[in-house]
C-alpha cells in the first residue's frame, strides 16, 4: 500500500512535472507590522530562512544564499516539499521574487507558481506584500476537485495567510498562531 | 420585462462597442472582457464568453479569442455580434489568415494545432511537441508554434496541415513573434530566460540572448530593429536591438508582464497582475502612461488598418 502510494505520488509529480496550464491565478495577501521595515527585512529578506517566520514551514534547506539562481527546500510541517529558485533579490528595495521548479501537489495543490515579497514603511510600521501567480494542480480541462483552480486558490490563500500571520507574530512578539 | 431590459442593455453594449478600424484590443482573462484601447486611453470594454486567454485579429478587424477552459473560440465581428465556435479542445494559441479564412487554434493538452475555417469547420489537424503555446504565421503556407514542454518550436506546413520540422529552443518556449523583413522568428524562453532567434530563411538557430526573468510576451517594431519582450518575474521590458542581438534596454511596468504589441511608436503591455496596459514611447523607451482595464489581461492584438468601406 504504502510502495502504490509512492508510486502514485511519483507518477503525479512526474505527470504534473513543470505544467504550466492557460488559466493562471492570482493570489495576494499583505500585513501591516509594527516594526521598522529594515528589522522586517532582515526577517523575512533571507531567502534560506523562512522556517524562522513560517508556521507552516518545518525546515528549509538552502543553498547560494540571496544570490539570483539561489534556491531552498522547504519542507512543510502537513508534508510535502516545495522547490524552490530565486529570480531576483533587491536588498534596497527590500523585495525578491522566485518560482517553484518541482511540482508537490501533497505540499500545494499546484504545478506551477512564481511570487514576490515586498516590505514597505507604513506609517511607523511596515507593510509586507506576498504576491503571486499560479497554475491548478491538474492543468486539463477536467479537474478532479482536489486539483482544480479553487483547490488551489485555496491552498495557496492559506500557505500565504498563514505565513503573513507568523512573520507578524514573530517581529511583534505575539503568540505564533 | 426582462427580455426588454436585456434588449435595452444589448443595444447599450453594441453603441458602445467601436466600429472597427485601426486600434488596440486587450483580452482579461478573469474578467471576460475585450477592450479597446484608442488613442491611449481603454475607451470601450464589452463582455465575452468566459476566461478569454489569447486575442488574435485578421485584416478585415475580426477578433478571435480562444477560451481553454469554455472549449471554444469566440469572433467579435467589426459590428460588435459574436459567434462562439465550439471545439472539443483546450483552444489557447491562435493565429488568423489576413484574410480570416482560416484559424489555426492550439491545443494546449492535446499537443496538436487545429485548421478552422471562417465558420468553425475543422478542416485538418497537425501534431504538435508537448504543450503548444503561443503560435505565429510565418511566410505563405508556414504556422510556427512554441512547444512549451519540448524545447522547441514546431513548423507546420498549413497546406498539409503537418508538422514538417522543428527548432531547438531555450527551456519552456512560451511566446512568439516573427519579423518577417529579416525573416526572423523570436521565442521567449520563459524558463531559461531568454530568447531564440531562428534565421527562417536559413533555417537555423542565430542567438540566444539573455533576457530578464520569465520572458511571456514578446513583440518586434515595424522596421524589425527592436525586440520588446516582457520580463514577467521582473515586472519589466527587455529591449533587443536586434542587430546587436543583445539587450540595451530595460523598462519598468505593471505586475506579472504579459502580452507586448506595437501600434504607432508605442508599445503597449498587458500587466496580468496589476489589471493595467503600461504605454510604452519607443521614441524615449519610458512608460509613460497606465490604463487601467478589467482583470486580468494577458494578450493584446493590432488591427492594422481600417477596413475597407465596402466590407
Known sequence: ???????????????????????????????????????????????????????DVAKAEATGGNAEGATRKVTLKAGGTLVEGLDEWKGPERTYSYRMSDPDLTALPVSSYSATLTVTPDGDGSRVEWMGRFYRGDTGNEPPETLSDEAGRAAMNRYVGDGLKGLKAKLEGGPTP | ?????????????????????????????????????????????????????????????????????????????????????????????????????????????????????????????????????HLVLGPPGRLYVAEREGRSVGVIDTDAMRRVGGFPVGDGPFALAADPARARLYVANVRSNDV???????????????????????????????????????????????????VTATVPVGHYPEGVAILGGFAYVANWFSDDVSVIDLATLRETRRIPVAEGPRSLAVVPRAPEASR
Open chain 2, 1 to 133: 420585462m426582462t427580455s426588454g431590459a436585456r434588449l435595452i442593455g444589448l443595444l447599450a453594449l453594441l453603441a458602445a462597442w467601436p466600429a472597427a478600424g485601426e486600434g488596440l484590443f486587450v483580452a482579461s482573462q478573469q474578467a471576460a472582457r475585450l477592450t479597446r484601447i484608442e488613442a491611449g486611453a481603454g475607451s470601450a470594454a464589452r463582455p465575452v464568453a468566459a476566461a478569454p486567454a489569447v486575442v488574435a485579429a485578421d485584416a478585415d478587424g475580426r477578433l478571435y479569442l480562444s477560451h481553454p477552459d469554455g472549449k471554444a473560440i469566440s469572433v467579435v465581428a467589426p459590428d460588435g455580434s459574436v459567434r462562439s465556435l465550439p471545439l472539443e479542445a483546450q483552444p489557447f494559441g491562435l493565429a488568423v489568415e489576413p484574410d480570416g479564412r482560416r484559424i489555426y487554434v492550439g491545443d494546449w493538452s492535446g499537443n496538436r494545432v487545429i485548421a478552422l475555417s471562417a465558420d468553425g469547420a475543422v478542416e485538418g489537424e497537425a501534431a504538435t511537441g508537448p504543450d503548444p503555446a
Open chain 2, 196 to 246: 531564440t532567434v531562428i534565421d527562417t530563411a536559413a533555417g537555423r538557430v542565430l542567438a540566444t540572448v539573455a533576457a530578464g526573468a520569465s520572458p511571456y510576451g514578446v513583440a518586434v517594431t515595424p522596421d524589425g530593429a527592436r525586440v520588446l519582450v516582457s520580463d514577467q518575474h521582473a515586472a519589466k521590458v527587455s529591449v533587443i536591438d536586434a542587430a546587436a542581438l543583445a
Open chain 1, 1 to 55: 500500500m504504502i510502495r502504490t502510494l509512492a508510486t502514485l505520488a511519483l507518477f503525479l509529480s512526474a505527470g504534473t512535472a513543470l505544467a504550466h496550464g492557460p488559466t493562471p491565478q492570482k493570489v495576494a495577501g499583505t500585513v501591516t507590522i509594527k516594526a521598522k521595515p529594515d528589522a522586517v527585512w532582515k526577517v523575512v529578506g533571507d531567502f534560506g530562512g523562512i522556517a524562522a517566520w513560517h508556521p
